[in-house]
């Protein structure tokens, strides 16, 4: 398997994931994408300097974890090839923002540092948030969930459009490599030089297949509505998972659960 079949493996590894039997894929698209929304309103409004009363939020994406059965090695990959991103957000806090705001024994430990780590922290807990909700519904029950959720109709189908020809680049991308290693057996992987040629092309040819499926798709009587085949139905489960996650919540954002937990570990350490 080459690297760029390797690379489409893994974007449509969360869909495939959704398709398992766990008691948090039964329950409706619709809760997990509103608890979601919550858990993700929840993480932007601490401070930025809070950093210690965020950790009970990784209780919440360790249960979903567990119930959901999705690897956390697979959960970690992901992780890692979007935190570049949030290093390169932060990585100047230290240096611009040095006053010192608490200290760790003799160590005095400044702004920058603080919001530093804050910026890590939710990004770890935002973009989990997100995979567990994709790993566990998929991003067309995601999609068609936003739809019955009343969001604009124009942007339900720019999100799955945008999925799947996300596809058809990479099978064009895929065949325009097997093509130049077919003809060059000696240079598996193109050089450096030709990727501006390549980027080019690949442009054109995927522009081209986007047309045909259009032209597909208004044979099909195509005229701008989706019709998803999800059926959705509302159990008390999804009540419950509702209330309990928002509860949970609230008790993490305005009950300092972190601190709470911290003076019963210390009685029982006693």
Same mark, same amino acid.
């Given at each position: ?58 209780? %919440?994406? /360790?249960?979903?974890? $567990? *119930? +959901?059965?999705?690897? #956390?090695?697979? !959960?970690?990959?992901?992780?890692? @090839? ?56 998929? %991003?067309? /029950?995601?999609?068609? $969930? *936003? +739809?019955?959720?009343? #969001?604009?109709? !124009?942007?339900?189908?720019?999100? @799955? ?110």
């Amino acid at each position: 398997m080459t690297r760029l079949d390797t690379a489409i493996s893994d974007v449509d590894a969360l869909d495939r994931l959704a398709t398992r039997g766990s008691p948090i894929h039964r329950l409706d698209p619709r809760a997990k994408l509103v608890v979601t929304a919550l858990f993700l309103l929840t993480v932007v409004s601490y401070p930025k300097y809070n950093v210690v009363e965020m950790t009970p939020l990784f209780l %919440y994406l /360790a249960a979903l974890l $567990a *119930l +959901g059965r999705i690897p #956390a090695l697979m !959960l970690a990959r992901y992780l890692l @090839l979007a935190c570049p991103f949030a290093l390169l957000a932060g990585l100047f806090n230290p240096l611009i923002d040095r006053q010192v705001v608490t200290y760790l024994g003799p160590l005095a430990v400044t702004g920058g540092w603080l919001s530093f780590v804050s910026i890590l922290i939710r990004f770890t807990l935002t973009v989990s948030a997100v995979l567990l909700l994709l790993a566990s519904t998929g %991003y067309v /029950a995601v999609c068609a $969930a *936003l +739809g019955k959720l009343g #969001a604009p109709r !124009l942007l339900v189908i720019q999100f @799955l459009m945008l999925y799947r020809f996300i596809f058809i680049l990479t099978d064009e991308a895929e065949r325009m490599v097997r093509a130049h290693s077919l003809r060059n057996p000696d240079e598996p992987n193109p050089p450096l030089r030709a990727w501006g040629s390549l980027a080019g092309h690949l442009l054109l040819r995927a522009y081209d297949r986007g047309q045909r499926v259009h032209t597909a798709m208004l044979a099909r009587g195509f005229d701008g509505t989706l019709r998803l085949p999800q059926g959705f139905h509302w159990s008390m489960a999804d009540t419950l998972f509702v209330a309990g996650s928002s509860g949970f919540l609230l008790l993490a954002r305005y009950g300092h659960l972190a601190t709470r937990i911290g003076q019963w570990t210390m009685e029982l350490a006693a």
